[in-house]
């Protein structure tokens, strides 16, 4: 069975900053992409940066500049680091892995974390 376990969400002041960790555990082969995504009160998720697995990384508009992404592919896990963090970053985050192959399954799959919330004030 696959877990993504999230951890580093919390409430920072406008301008400060936050480290999201996301590791995947579960007899896991490899792994195609993984990616955060955000979901704020009232709005639909969104993604916010991915990473694949040989290190090309995308980021939305609104991130650039501020989020870096990064992962350790021999951990499975996936970094978000949050710089110059703005109210407007309030909402909560998941984490996802794109293509995930498991050791004696067949085929690939996507999952999604339990979400971690960030709260910046102003």
């Known amino acids: 069975q696959v877990q993504l376990v999230e951890s580093g969400g919390g409430l920072v002041q406008a301008g400060g900053s936050l480290r999201l960790s996301c590791a995947a555990s579960?007899?896991?082969?490899?792994?195609?992409?993984m990616g955060w995504y955000r979901q704020a009160p009232g709005k639909q998720r969104e993604l916010v940066a991915i990473?694949?697995?040989?290190?090309?990384?995308n980021y939305a508009d609104s991130v650039k500049g501020r989020f870096t992404i990064s992962r350790d592919n021999a951990k499975n896990t996936v970094y978000l680091q949050m710089n110059s963090l703005k109210p407007e970053d309030t909402a909560v985050y998941y984490c996802?892995?794109?293509?995930?192959?498991?050791?004696?399954?067949?085929?690939?799959?996507?999952?999604w974390g339990q979400g971690t919330q960030v709260t910046v004030s102003s």
């Open positions: 996802n892995t794109e293509g995930l192959v498991q050791f004696g399954v067949r085929g690939a799959k996507n999952y």
């Open positions: 579960g007899s896991i082969f490899s792994i195609d992409a």
């Open positions: 990473i694949t697995r040989g290190g090309s990384t």
